[in-house]
């Protein structure tokens, strides 16, 4: 018996361990009947234990003889007693304020918050409770406004945080409590209710009292500049509305900054909804606006579409795209470069945006920045080029690629150039090419990286100075062929750009005719209506994700609405004359399918007498080119399958005529023959010049097996799908090249009619999609464009002087 009597006293005392010993609790008074009280003061009473090893304290109802509530059970003398103090200090105001006893969860929650929260006034202890019935007791609402708690928070403060409107009401206007008091740290009852759940508070105190709405905490932060950095747009859409301030200057800058600091897409959209000059805002410490504080693609794009100055300067005179560069952030960087940010903007201490580049090691952010024009040889304060810089600085990455591109188009073998004085002519000077075995690429030096990236600089930014003041009627055709390829257009751009940069002049003055397809069609199109390649590269990076949203086929929509809104609505194709313009599509309602070319000129008299343009009994006679809109033109001739749905009767004329140069020379040769059959000889014009332009050509790889059978057992299956996918691919590709046989016949064709015939096309290192959509690929795709036409200068050169004969 002995044995079990010390095990259940052991049972009892773990128990007793591990149990809250503040666990509120209902009791029997019986219990304490034969217990002597050792204090007792109104309703509560300490007690201590028969074995002395524990103290209780009861809460007493005198209208309940039966039951009690243990506040507490302790096994320490001194503790005991200081909790009892504690509790007969703070719990009497409540239980007298209440009609009826309180509620068992509610003394545990009295109890919970007396411990937790000593420096708390009873008014602070009836908020967190939500007790409003003991607001009107006397000493609750002699501490209403008291704010002697350890973070210097009045009950209101508390209540606000809370987002308890009711007990906000109650404490204004029943107990009148002071909205005007901060805490130790400056903040305001609207700190505090941003900081809270509700923010219909924000709009209850600011109807009865917006005298602290605007005022900074320690940290210069309005409740405005906290709600942005805490992102919660509902409480900044709630400030604004009780007449919050955008322009409260904090230390960090206007509530635009913080919300791009935090990246707080909402926050800020709710502020430039209300004003949209937020925009132009400058910081106090560095003069930047919002742009230069935004931290990803997302938020640099928004104050782009609110029309932020993307080349706005700060106090050092950095832009934005230097920010960008300098943290390392390549998407905002690809934002900023696609909306017109300059890239040879000179910051602190004279450093363009390669410059740092070439600190960060960032491999992509250089290429980046040199696709879209930024010059390599362009010194900063110090007289060093981001070459010098890469070659000083860099831990091996950006020399690496420098020498890499060095041996990629045959620089080991030259010489720098003999003066600097060379680079500054009116034309590039590039070094002399020597022979030099391989092995000598590895032997390059810093000033060897120098003199490359002088003369590659050389060649982006100096065109050749040609005086046509004097330049007469020419006696010759120049056409210009594009192929199609979606995204991959983008080498279209680049090409056009080298071409136009070379020549000096517009390209819509270099070409008599243009034909496209597809993307080609699109940028037949800008060049017809002159917009510059510049701004067609950015356009092309920004509408990719508009348009290649989701899965294919695409909506069709978004394409469309670009097309309206770069070449206009109800503009027709005959709206602008010269260069004559052909875009291929193909006319998928007969069988077989047939090219057909959207003109901006009178077809062919042999076109219009064919049936194409007279309705018969099968088919509706087609458009005619003063009828016919020209982003139907465009949408039509880019109608690819399985990536857009067709358009009525079209479908995409890559199908037909990927790369269209011998079907605008057939072309031609209708129109020059119909010229002649109406008597006008004369107008007819030798073809002189044939350029032909690609999207880029995809690396070859094996194929195993086209073979298709009839299989006899599982393996034969799969190398059947297997040959079955490969054939179907194969065929795609072939009826789609725009290279091989196709180009070997134009060539022909131009050499029998003794035409100068001219075809770019860069090999790519990967195949890249019509709609891909990552910036690093097509940044990568640009740079080999790039490097294909520092290899091809001279054939480019070429081109220009037989563009620029009279």
């Not at 363009?352 to 930024?374: R, Y």
Request: charged letters at 25%.
């Amino acid at each position: 018996m002995q044995f079990f009597g010390r095990l259940m006293s052991t049972f009892n005392n773990v128990t007793h361990l591990f149990s809250n010993p503040y666990r509120v609790k209902e009791v029997p008074l019986e219990d304490y009947e034969t217990r002597k009280p050792l204090r007792w003061e109104d309703r509560i009473t300490l007690y201590g234990s028969c074995s002395a090893h524990s103290w209780e304290c009861l809460l007493v109802n005198p209208q309940d003889q039966i039951v009690a509530f243990r506040l507490f059970q302790v096994d320490n003398e001194a503790t005991a007693n200081q909790h009892f103090d504690l509790y007969v200090k703070m719990l009497r105001p409540f239980y007298e304020s209440y009609r009826d006893p309180l509620p068992l969860e509610t003394l545990q929650q009295l109890a919970d918050c007396f411990r937790s929260h000593p420096s708390w006034s009873l008014a602070h202890v009836a908020v967190d409770v939500g007790l409003l019935e003991s607001f009107r007791h006397n000493r609750i609402l002699s501490c209403i406004n008291s704010n002697d708690s350890d973070d210097g928070c009045t009950p209101l403060h508390l209540a606000c945080l809370r987002g308890d409107l009711e007990c906000l009401q109650e404490l204004m206007e029943e107990c009148h409590a002071r909205s005007d008091i901060a805490d130790k740290n400056g903040e305001t009852v609207f700190h505090y209710a941003v900081r809270g759940s509700n923010s219909k508070i924000i709009e209850l105190l600011g109807r009865k009292s917006a005298d602290a709405l605007d005022h900074l905490n320690v940290c210069g932060q309005s409740p405005l500049h906290l709600a942005c950095q805490l992102g919660k747009e509902d409480a900044v859409a709630s400030l604004l509305k009780v007449g919050a301030k955008c322009n409260i200057l904090g230390m960090k800058g206007y509530p635009i900054h913080t919300a791009m600091k935090y990246s707080q897409k909402r926050c800020a959209e709710t502020l430039l909804n209300k004003d949209v000059s937020q925009v132009q805002l400058v910081d106090q410490r560095h003069r930047a606006t919002p742009l230069h504080w935004a931290k990803n693609a997302e938020m640099t794009r928004l104050l782009v579409d609110y029309g932020c100055e993307v080349n706005a300067l700060s106090t050092t005179g950095d832009s934005a795209l230097h920010i960008a560069v300098q943290r390392g952030r390549f998407d905002c960087t690809m934002v900023l470069l696609t909306h017109g940010a300059v890239t040879n903007t000179r910051g602190k201490d004279g450093n363009t945006p390669l410059h740092l580049a070439m600190k960060q090691d960032h491999l992509d952010m250089i290429k980046a920045l040199i696709v879209f024009g930024a010059d390599v040889d362009t010194p900063n304060d110090f007289g060093e080029t981001p070459g010098l810089v890469a070659a000083r600085t860099s831990k091996g990455a950006n020399r690496k690629v420098l020498l890499e591109l060095l041996r990629t188009i045959g620089a080991e073998r030259c010489h720098p150039p003999s003066t600097a004085s060379s680079l500054s002519s009116s034309s590039p000077t590039f070094p002399e090419r020597t022979p030099c075995s391989r092995s000598a690429s590895q032997t390059l030096e810093f000033r060897e990286v120098i003199d490359f990236s002088s003369a590659f600089g050389s060649l982006i930014k100096t065109p050749n100075v040609v005086d046509y003041s004097t330049e007469k009627k020419r006696n010759q055709d120049r056409i210009l062929s594009l192929d199609g390829g979606g995204i991959r257009g983008l080498v279209l751009i680049q090409l056009l750009i080298a071409i136009e940069k070379a020549a000096g002049r517009p390209l819509r003055e270099l070409f008599d005719w243009i034909a496209g397809t597809s993307t080609g069609g699109i940028l037949a199109l800008s060049v017809v209506h002159g917009k510059p390649m510049d701004y067609m590269r950015c356009l092309y990076f920004r509408m990719k994700d508009q348009v290649f949203r989701g899965s294919r086929p695409y909506e069709s929509e978004p394409l469309e609405d670009f097309l309206k809104k770069e070449f206009g609505e109800h503009t027709k194709m005959t709206d602008v004359k010269t260069p004559k313009l052909m875009l291929t599509a193909t006319l998928c309602d007969r069988q077989p399918a047939e090219l057909h070319l959207f003109r901006n000129y009178s077809p062919p008299e042999s076109k219009l007498k064919s049936c194409h343009y007279k309705t018969t009994p099968l088919f509706q006679a087609l458009t005619k080119p003063e009828d016919q809109l020209v982003w139907q033109a465009a949408r039509s001739s880019g109608a690819a399958p399985t990536y857009f749905r067709p358009v009525g009767r079209f479908l995409d004329g890559g199908l037909l005529a990927n790369n269209p140069t011998l079907d605008a020379m057939a072309e031609i040769n209708e129109y020059n023959k119909s010229l002649i059959q109406k008597g006008q000889g004369h107008m007819v014009k030798k073809l002189g010049v044939v350029v032909s332009l690609g999207t880029g050509k995809a690396p070859r790889v094996s194929v195993s097996s086209v073979d298709v059978f009839r299989p006899t057992n599982p393996w034969e299956l799969a190398k059947t799908v297997y040959g079955a996918r490969e054939l179907g691919k194969m065929v795609v590709d072939c009826c789609t090249d725009p290279d091989g046989a196709v180009v070997n016949r134009a060539r022909a064709w131009c050499e029998m009619i003794q035409a100068h015939y001219f075809r770019f096309n860069p090999q790519l290192g990967s195949d890249v999609m019509l709609d891909e959509v990552s910036d690093t690929v097509l940044v990568n795709m640009l740079w080999e464009t790039q490097i294909y036409i520092y290899e091809h200068w001279e054939e480019i050169q070429q081109l220009v002087e037989q563009l620029l004969i009279p």
